[in-house]
């Protein structure tokens, strides 16, 4: 065999081997020129459970990276719950005797508040033919900053703070509280008390 039949019989060998060999780089789950196999995409599992902090749920990753999905803002309803996780939004506070004054009270402390803090208080009911007056150390600061209503036996109503409207919770009626800082003419030592005043 001359020279120029030994050349082309290994050129041929030589591409047959590279076609062979050099197909598989690359693939995942296949093995490369150097012997090494490629690992698979890796693909996040995640929590079919929410998890939660007192602004946002997500579902965070059961692979062990720090990854999440579906995170979003809490979405509150009537009941003071966000509506996709559940989370509780509201604090639940009981009107209390105050033995100083002789009334039944919910009285906060003096506070600042942030430009976006929400308060949000459930009280828990138990009385009848109840109203309910707020009283604030600043009468001009909360009027326009405060919403709440009572939710009984099912059914929402506005109530208004006053003293002079009726307010029947019965046994397991909730009245909600929700004052918005960003509504007050001033966040600087915010004091208020919801008084239970028998009409």
């Not at 693939?27 to 902090?53: C, I, L, M, R, Y």
Request: net charge negative; hydrophobic share 35%; glycine share 10%.
């Amino acid at each position: 065999m001359n020279k120029k039949k030994i050349f082309t019989s290994l050129l041929c060998f030589s591409m047959l081997a590279l076609a062979a060999c050099g197909g598989n780089k690359g693939k995942e789950g296949q093995t490369s020129t150097s012997g090494e196999t490629s690992e698979p995409a890796h693909v996040h599992t995640f929590s079919d459970a929410w998890s939660k902090n007192n602004s946002e749920h997500w579902h965070a990753a059961t692979c062990g990276h720090e990854v999440d999905k579906d995170r979003a803002a809490h979405s509150m309803n009537d009941n003071g719950l966000c509506s996709v996780c559940g989370f509780d939004m509201m604090e639940s506070v009981s009107i209390e005797l105050d033995t100083d004054s002789g009334e039944r009270i919910f009285k906060t402390s003096y506070m600042d508040l942030g430009e976006n803090e929400v308060l949000r208080y459930r009280i828990s009911g138990g009385h009848t033919g109840y109203g309910f007056e707020l009283e604030d150390h600043d009468p001009t600061n909360l009027p326009d900053a405060v919403t709440a209503y009572t939710i009984v036996d099912g059914v929402k109503t506005p109530a208004v703070l006053d003293g002079h409207t009726a307010v029947n919770l019965g046994a397991e009626g909730k009245l909600y509280f929700i004052l918005e800082a960003s509504k007050l003419s001033s966040r600087d030592d915010v004091w208020f008390k919801i008084v239970e005043r028998n009409i």
